[in-house]
């Protein structure tokens, strides 16, 4: 279950997200709120949505790593 409080995230969230580019090391994806973040490994389609849990928020950054889950 999301903690989320507006855009802010913590780690432990589990939130959906959308796949806006492709890297050889990961995804780089942006949440419904509009924060970029990075999904380390992985491959998806550019457009895809995915559901990821949260390792990191960088708060003064506005941008977040995570890890895909299932």
């Known amino acids: 279950m999301s ?3 507006g ?3 913590t780690p ?3 939130i959906n997200v ?7 090391f990961g995804l780089f994806v ?3 709120g509009g924060l ?3 999904v380390r ?3 998806a389609a550019v457009g895809a ?3 990821v849990r949260v390792i990191e928020f960088d708060a003064l950054a506005s941008r977040f790593s995570a890890m895909l889950l299932g």
């Not at 959308?18 to 050889?24: F, Y």
Request: proline share 4%.
């Open 30 to 32: 942006e949440s419904d």
């Open 41 to 43: 490994g992985g491959s």
């Open 3 to 5: 903690r989320m409080t």
């Open 49 to 51: 949505t995915l559901r």
């Open 7 to 9: 855009t802010l995230l």
């Open 18 to 24: 959308v796949v806006t580019s492709t890297k050889p």
């Open 12 to 14: 432990g969230d589990e």
């Open 36 to 38: 970029s973040g990075l």
